[in-house]
């Protein structure tokens, strides 16, 4: 079992890795999420202390992404010619675990007085998962606590040793260098860090949707505390309008895509708006357990803002609609609008690049946090 800065010296730690090469060590690295229907992409260009976008793209599979996967080289052709053609710079990258591979836990334990918080947590987790961690790769994540409490908190990643080496092997394959794999809260954290400047250290929510599942992560005090998974994506919108509308899920997709969740001056809009709602309600009594439980365990303590990104986000009307439903301020996490970086203009839409602009933001001068 490995544990603790894990995904950022795995290379280092997994039998069968071999260093990347240092063609390109000076180059800022490329932050690479296989997302499930398109390969995000992001690198910073630095210009003296300053850190802004060099290049962006978001660029969709020639076919399913599984049978991509396989085609060794489909897959190294298709990841070349999106480097070439929007201006990538090396072939250094920071990549992310696709959600299946990993489990994300927030874990409470209690730490008695002269013993180690790491001991105790790796003890805890062998018997939460009854022992079967030998053939895991395990990352902690501490979160701050009172000094004076023996109560601690973690975020613990837990993945597999088999596809953490499969998904290594699957980037070298394509020509790349992976200098570190990270995991999608701590991205998204990057990016909050980076562009939420006011308050300074304002207490956020995340909710990172994807295709069937989505994922609600907290930060306190701008560090990482929470995340949990919730059931509930853009397909299974999807397949509520598709029954209720009487349409195929293909069509049912299109049309929520196309007119979103407005609900003024978009009569369809207005109809998606009202059909979806109780699938958002029930989105919303996930989102008030957590924002109760960070009261709970912050002794009082409020979130002041919700950031959306991911499928739905990127949805006309989507951030509005929430805000709305959850009665607090809702807005795209848009990594193009870090302060203090030069002033560019990006054509990609914000709401699906947050992973990759995160993962990109490990190589920030100042690095912006993990």
């Known amino acids: 079992m490995e544990h603790n800065a894990l995904w950022s010296s795995l290379r280092a730690r997994l039998a069968g890795w071999k260093p990347p090469h240092r063609l390109f060590a000076g180059t800022p690295t490329i932050g690479f999420d296989l997302a499930s229907e398109r390969l995000n992409l992001a690198q910073l260009g630095h210009r003296g202390k300053a850190s802004g976008w060099h290049a962006v793209a978001s660029v969709p599979y020639p076919q399913a992404r599984t049978a991509l996967l396989q085609d060794v080289a489909g897959f190294r052709s298709f990841v070349r010619d999106a480097l070439r053609q929007h201006g990538f710079r090396g072939r250094r990258v920071v990549s992310v675990l696709p959600p299946g591979d990993l489990q994300v836990i927030s874990m409470d334990y209690t730490t008695p007085n002269g013993q180690d918080d790491t001991a105790i947590l790796l003890r805890t987790l062998k018997e939460r998962f009854k022992g079967g961690l030998e053939d895991s790769v395990v990352d902690i994540l501490p979160i701050r606590r009172p000094p004076e409490s023996n109560l601690r908190s973690a975020v613990v990643a837990v993945a597999p040793r088999e596809r953490v080496l499969a998904h290594l092997n699957l980037l070298q394959s394509a020509g ?181 602009a995160g993962l990109a933001l490990r190589s920030a001068p100042h690095h912006v946090g993990n």
């Open 176 to 356: 790349l260098a992976p200098q570190a794999i990270d995991i999608g809260p701590a991205a998204l954290a990057r990016v909050a860090r980076a562009v939420v400047v006011d308050p300074p250290r304002a207490n956020l929510l995340l909710l990172n949707f994807g295709t069937r599942k989505s994922y609600m992560t907290l930060l306190w005090g701008r560090r990482l505390m929470f995340d949990r998974q919730a059931d509930f994506g853009e397909q299974s919108l999807a397949d509520t309008l598709a029954r209720n509308l009487d349409l195929s899920p293909e069509r049912a997709l299109a049309l929520l895509r196309k007119h979103g969740l407005q609900s003024h001056g978009d009569e369809v809009g207005a109809t998606i708006s009202e059909l979806l709602q109780p699938d958002f309600q029930h989105l919303a009594h996930e989102v008030n357990r957590v924002l109760i439980y960070f009261a709970s365990q912050t002794h009082g303590g409020s979130v002041e803002s919700i950031y959306i990104c991911g499928s739905i986000a990127r949805h006309p009307g989507a951030a509005e609609f929430m805000g709305r439903l959850l009665t607090m301020p809702v807005q795209v996490l848009n990594p193009w609008c870090m302060p203090d970086s030069p002033s560019t203009a990006i054509a990609e839409p914000p709401a699906g690049m947050a992973v990759a």
